[in-house]
């Protein structure tokens, strides 16, 4: 069982819907993270939050909007997205990368999103 | 801008065949090579952190070592449970990004 839990684990939606997806880790970690992963490739960075503000924004289309309620609690929140966007949605944690060495970040398993 | 190259591209060993997986990296002041294991329909499972030239790391089969260049995954006498893709990711604060570079990774299948 990993430490980040995502839910829910599966999303179908239609291109006219919004839904949002939830991200919880109770590591005390102050930094988290979107990534979207499409079969066979590697994650690709989304979203950065620290400290409960955005300091990173992929150039992401605004049909996904990321929100940090608490440092407990990541959501993104998806409205009228396109079939290009179904892909596996990892949210991930770790503590605020400084300026020194950086730890590492720790995975939910994802949300596998299909969009109709 | 960062690069993580990662070969091969996948991997057919047999049980006990031991191997190496290969992640070559391009990054302006490394803060960190991070290797991960990633089972389908699973998000990426931390392995190891390695920070500087010459630093290696073990855990049960699996043992990584980082040059300036690049970073070796060694698997000895593998099992069928080992079976994932490895992927390998660089952390480097001159992206402005503060988040993983990864590889494509390597596929690794053991039969039994």
């Known amino acids: 069982d990993t430490e980040v839990t995502q839910t829910p684990k599966h999303l179908v939606m239609g291109m006219t819907n919004k839904k949002s997806l939830k991200c919880e880790q109770h590591?005390?970690?102050?930094?988290m993270y979107w990534y979207k992963q499409k079969a066979k490739k590697p994650p690709e960075l989304m979203f950065v939050?620290?400290?409960?503000?955005?300091?990173i924004n992929e150039s992401v289309p605004s049909r996904f909007s990321p929100e940090c309620p608490n440092s407990s609690l990541l959501n993104l929140h998806l409205h009228a997205l396109q079939p290009e966007d179904s892909a596996l949605y990892l949210c991930?944690?770790?503590?605020?990368?400084?300026?020194?060495?950086?730890?590492?970040?720790?995975f939910g398993d994802g949300t596998r999103l299909s969009i109709l | 801008e960062d690069q993580v190259t990662q070969s091969p591209e996948a991997l057919r060993l047999q049980e006990g065949e031991s191997s190496s997986l290969n992640c070559s990296y391009t990054?302006?002041?490394?803060?960190?090579l991070f290797w991960y294991r990633q089972d389908p329909g699973k998000g990426p499972e931390f392995l190891f952190t390695?920070?500087?030239a010459g630093e290696e790391k073990e855990k049960e089969r699996l043992k990584a070592t980082l040059t300036k260049k690049e970073s070796f995954l060694h698997i000895t006498a593998p099992k069928p449970e080992d079976s994932a893709t490895y992927l390998c990711?660089?952390?480097?604060?001159?992206?402005?990004?503060?988040?993983?570079?990864f590889g494509s990774g390597t596929r690794l299948q053991v039969q039994p």
């Open positions: 991930a944690s770790s503590q605020v990368p400084m300026t020194g060495s950086n730890q590492p970040q720790h």
């Open positions: 590591m005390g970690h102050r930094a």
């Open positions: 939050y620290s400290y409960e503000k955005l300091s």
């Open positions: 990054v302006s002041g490394l803060r960190g």
């Open positions: 390695l920070y500087s």
């Open positions: 990711a660089v952390q480097s604060p001159d992206t402005g990004r503060r988040a993983l570079t």
